[in-house]
């Protein structure tokens, strides 16, 4: 059974651009979770799908925005990037938002 | 402010010692702790708890509640050198949103 993807794994970009997050849950899995991890903050949380419909949000500005399709797949943006945007984006997929989640490899993004 | 305090933040031991991390929270409306392992990049699950008191148990690994208290600890018995990694402390916060602690860095010398 193929496992979360997290796509790209590397990501390098400049201050003011945006940027847009792919993750592949689990086949079955409904629910998709995004964090944020930093060495000064832990892991953060973003927001939460499930099917279609996101269910809750962590404390983010607006620049950071998420969706998620009809096939569970979902991507998350961010615009007007700043430096301190520099981190490991992570997912976590589950069957129907519990607590036994799955996470992929994440997404570094650097912002120069 | 919902908060998730994780002590120590790293610890060295040397294989066979057994270590307790701890993980104390203030969050408003509780509705589990979880507990992840990060060796690399994903965190894998490790443990649920809901209810005061039961021990969860996995191999070497385990893990109790304390609601009174507001904390949990994680022990690990006869640790090995592939222990060593970032245990994470989540708490899930009323429905879907979860709560992290900044996690203990595990380190086991042969």
């Known amino acids: 059974k193929a496992g979360v993807t997290q796509t790209p794994r590397y990501l390098i970009k400049t201050r003011g651009q945006q940027v847009t997050l792919s993750c592949s849950p689990i086949s079955g899995h409904r629910s998709v979770s995004w964090y944020q991890q930093t060495p000064g903050q832990g892991l953060q949380f973003l927001f939460e799908?499930?099917?279609?419909?996101?269910?809750n949000k962590g404390n983010f500005p607006g620049r950071f925005s998420g969706r998620q399709f009809s096939n569970s797949r979902s991507e998350m943006n961010v615009s007007t990037l700043e430096l301190g945007d520099s981190a490991l984006y992570l997912c976590?997929?589950?069957?129907?938002?519990?607590?036994?989640?799955?996470f992929g490899q994440g997404t570094r993004l650097t912002v120069v | 402010e919902d908060k998730v305090v994780q002590s120590p933040l790293s610890l060295v031991v040397h294989e066979g010692d057994t270590v307790t991390l701890n993980c104390s929270y203030e969050v408003t409306n509780f509705r589990s702790l979880l507990w992840y392992k990060q060796e690399k990049k994903a965190p894998t699950f490790l443990f649920m708890l809901t209810s005061s008191g039961i021990e969860k148990k996995s191999g070497r690994l385990s893990s109790i509640l304390d609601k009174k208290e507001l904390s949990s600890i994680l022990n690990i018995t006869a640790t090995q050198t592939g222990d060593s990694a970032i245990y994470l402390c989540a708490v899930e916060r009323g429905t879907y949103k979860y709560i992290f602690g900044t996690g203990t860095r595990l380190k086991v010398l042969a």
């Open positions: 976590a997929s589950s069957p129907g938002g519990g607590a036994e989640a799955f």
């Open positions: 799908y499930f099917s279609e419909t996101q269910r």
